[in-house]
């Protein structure tokens, strides 16, 4: 991720980006908003201005007919005031989820170009949060500083005007204390803005401890670590606690420090105003007009004063987002592709290593189009990482990896990708029906080509006797399977896939002699007229390749054949005495 600490210039920069990539096309909803928030704002000031009229002409010219006038003209600028209000709101807050929805969409849509290690340093809660957390923060402190800022500047204006209108003198005392608080504003905006950025980190960071939680809840059972788990979780929840109390208290010095303000402002035209009544310079109307409009000001200027204060925080979330935003891919497709044909798959001297550990140490072999090879090596000798280079989940550094003549480096992407199917270590089903996990090899396909994918790699068996049969929904990561039915699965998406490159990671590592079996049928009829790649430790898989590739250290040592291998007495040899099974699962 990059870095965060920058100063005040590219915040503009990241508000400006904000306004015309999201929400400048809502502009004639906010300018409509603006006006409603306008006569929100002057309403107050022809308040103010109504009781001047009210005291000096009618009051004592005993007008009845005079008073209910202003009176039904002070009530029909509440109710516009009102109406005028509620309109503005709906309008702020509706353009605000909005702007919200595009930019998580939007962000979604690029974090899924990403390449796979942004994913290995930013853990799934800390992007949840960023999703979801720091777009919500934005979009609530952003409607809230444009409503204050349209309504109530106007009102501030409209009750200046008031103001200025009955004694520009009284005005300035009025205002006696604004310079005073200057600097401590700028103070308070300054340390809100370094507290929300800890406490966006820190969010991001409870997000990430709920994630692993949830995820680990078996291993956190069977360790017995809810209490140690408990304990992380309170030390985060107060890491997150103290910041944004931090950041709450900044705020909460903005209204206080208006108040001293206006307590002065208040004493001094008490003070002036007053001897020029007794002077009979001034009306009590005009004095009662004065004062009302000041009473009037100081909660506008109160919730203005805290505007700056929420845009840093605002600010912080932003900085995150645009920090994902501006991070990009380094995997891309390139620009003309070169068409893939099938052929053999063939690595040519590639290194690669994550970070300055070395993983791949000049990899050379060659797996025949058609044929299945093995790859077969202690774990950690990188025969994982092979199949990632080879889809460019990850980028070999030198050297060459081709499929036919085409190196993947130069293929479309996409391509690269349809054209291999992959069943791999990890956990690949999501939460949806078995259906719906076998489609995704193939989004097009038939209800029919489905259930034959199904029949093939001997899902139907089990899944018939479920009452939902294939439309049961397997649970977060297929939970609600077991590890040999999983696998099943996975495979008849890859059937269904039919893909000319199948890349099999250890498909039966994690099963029992019986789904084994079933499991090795179904991979039987995957890899029949497949260029297949099959990382094994089980010799029955090892001994049906064409060709077993052995590695060591990111290295290949020894290629051949079963009975080739073990006549030469290497490490093949050594292997296959451990039984390979012997061998430490990767
Ligand atoms: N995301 C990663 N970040 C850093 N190192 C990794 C990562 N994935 C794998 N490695 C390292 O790369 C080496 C080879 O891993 P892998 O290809 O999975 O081995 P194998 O599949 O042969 O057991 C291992 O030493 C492992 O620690
Ligand atoms: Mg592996």
New binding site residues.
Partial sequence: MTDTSVSKGPDVRLWRRLWSEHIRRFWPLLVLAVVLMSVEGAAIGAFAWAVQPLFDTLFSAGSMDGVVWVALLIGGLFVLRATAGFLQRILVVGVGMRVVASLQTRLLSHLLTLDLAFF?TNPPGALIERVRGDTTALQNVSSNALMSLGRDAITLISLLAVMLYTDWRWTLFAMLGVPVLILPLLAVQAFIKRTSRMARAAAADLSTRLDEIFHGVQTIKLNRLETTEQNRFHAAVQAFLRPSMRTRIGSAANPAMIDIVAALGFVAVLYVGGQDIIAGEKTLGEFMSFFTALGLLFEPLRRLSGIAAQVQAAGASLERLYDVLETHPTILSPDPAEPLEPGDIVFEDVHFG?GD?P?LNGLSFTAKAGQTTALV?A???????VFAALTRLVEAQSGQIRIGAVPVSQADLAILRSTIAVVGQETALFDESIRANIRMGALDATDAAVEDAARDAEVMDFAQAFPQGLDTVVGPRGSALSGGQRQRVVIARAMLKAAPILLLDEPTSALDAQSERLVGAALDRLSEGRTTLVIAHRLSTIRDADKIVVMDHGRVVEEGTHDGLLAEGGTYARLHAMQITGAEV?
């Fill in positions: 290995q994550y550990a993983v090596g774990s950690g000798a990188g025969k994982t990482t990767s």
